[in-house]
């Protein structure tokens, strides 16, 4: 089953979820910067909605407040956007990288700096300082 998207602003709090790791909706709030402060309610629904997508999960309440921690990891979500992103383009990453380029999203300096440090080419495997011949 595939995971429901999440809005800017749940991905927003999700982030602030997996750089604290287990906490309550005020020291979500909190922690974010003082332009981005909403209301302590906006926070708290925001909470509850990604509990229901199943992006957060309840773990504890202590007094009044309820404790929740990601259910999915970082890898996990951009995974997931990246399939939805290459959806977009028939499932083509060629078609993806083409659009990337058109745009001057990315440019073909950035897409040979790609290449030499993915895995298995040859720049990539001289890199850690064993030549093979």
């Not at 982030?15 to 332009?35: A, K």
């Not at 309440?61 to 959806?87: H, M, T, W």
């Amino acid at each position: 089953m595939r995971k429901p998207r999440l809005s800017k602003a749940e991905t927003r709090i999700l982030e602030q979820y997996w750089e604290l790791g287990t906490c309550s909706v005020r020291e979500i709030l909190d922690s974010l910067p003082e332009d981005e402060r909403v209301a302590y309610t906006t926070v708290q629904t925001l909470v509850y909605r990604l509990e229901q997508k199943g992006a957060l999960r309840k773990v504890k309440k202590i007094g009044n407040a309820q404790l929740f921690e990601p259910a999915i990891g970082q890898s996990e979500y951009r995974s997931g956007l990246v399939r939805d992103l290459l959806d977009l383009f028939g499932g083509s990453p060629r078609l993806l990288v083409s659009n990337l380029l058109e745009t001057g999203t990315i440019t073909l300096r950035d897409l040979k700096a790609l290449q030499s440090a993915a895995p298995g080419t040859k720049s990539s495997r001289n890199r850690g300082g064993k030549e093979h011949a």
